[in-house]
């Protein structure tokens, strides 16, 4: 039988939604290899029955030496192992939030195992996707080096580089400017970048995959539904979409079920809540939002993988017409100079 989404049971989560509230998240780690083998030797320690603060320092964490000493001086003090890894910054807060409630359960190497899958799963799509955009990009380089290429035989080509080049430098300003935006403040709260094609879906299914696994390990390690919502509603980098989902708070306080509550919100698709409303009935609503998290991990790594496909299909494109246009101009040249002579 599935735990009740009840109010009334005193939250154990590790932080007070008020207090998440009142604090605008951190920014998600950048995911990196050495955190997530850092994650599989800790909790492999932690299971041989190696004390905290060796085992924390034979795990050799990735981070810098002060915040080392930082995390050992809070394991010796007795704060909870969550606390001591927040110090080091290698890990999000979902992870942070996820390690703390399991460590409360008594099962904390399983949060870490979980948190270094998660880490790796991230790497292998990073891999993958730099692996499909690195020849394109090379082409797009090319670009100008290709449209300046005549001019290696009438002269100024230095000129007709920089010339060329400019264009390319200022997409590029303009597109580091747009993903600054996009990851500052003013545009992780703006609505409309959901409704954006090709990235509101996937900005919209990559917080659903944070809140899915993150409601799932709480939920999982003995946090209330209700707790475990709002805390982690409070995490997503996105906030425009953590207020929609806020507005499920109310009927979970009052002791409606997890489906109906979500359903307020208008934040899940139809097929996302039949899944709730099936597992609440057989009691099985971990394992459906383990299920519903890999679901969005998956939609996620589509709309990425297809992003990259169609800025490669740009590319090449571009890449393309550059060559066939430095050609035209270049033989039209010569043939007009001889035209010229033959007058």
Known sequence: ??????????????????????????RPRW????????????AAHLEAGISAPAALEGARPPARRENLARALAELRAGSPFAVALEALGLFSPTALAAIGAFER???LPRALERVATAIEADLALL??????????????????????????VRGGFATALLQNAAPLLIAWL???????????????????????PGVG???????????????????GAGVPIAAAHAELRALLPHRALAEMLAHAEPALDAGRSY????????????????????????GRLESALESLAQLARQDA?????????VLAGAMYLGAALAVAWSVFSFYAEIYGELRRELR
């Not at 489906?259 to 009935?281: F, I, K, Q």
Request: aromatic residues 8%.
């Open 1 to 26: 039988m599935s735990r009740r989404a009840d109010s009334s049971t005193t939250p154990s989560s590790s932080l007070a939604p008020a207090a998440l509230e009142a604090r605008r998240p951190p």
């Open 174 to 196: 303009g597109l580091l400017a747009i993903a600054w935006w996009l990851g500052a403040r003013a545009g992780a709260e703006a609505r409309f970048v959901l409704a954006m």
């Open 201 to 219: 879906p996937w900005v919209r299914a990559r917080s659903m995959q944070i809140y899915f696994d993150g409601v799932a390990a709480l939920y």
């Open 31 to 42: 995911p990196r290899r050495r955190t997530a083998a850092f994650a599989r030797r800790l």
């Open 105 to 107: 359960s008594g099962r």
């Open 301 to 309: 790594e589509l709309r990425a993988r297809a992003g990259v496909r």
């Open 259 to 282: 489906r109906e509550s979500l359903a307020l919100c208008g934040a899940l698709r139809p097929l996302e809540l039949d899944h709730l409303e099936t597992a609440e009935r057989t």
């Open 127 to 152: 891999g993958d996707l730099a692996k499909r955009a690195a020849y394109p990009l090379f082409l797009l380089h090319a670009i100008p080096f290709a449209l300046a290429a005549p001019n290696l």
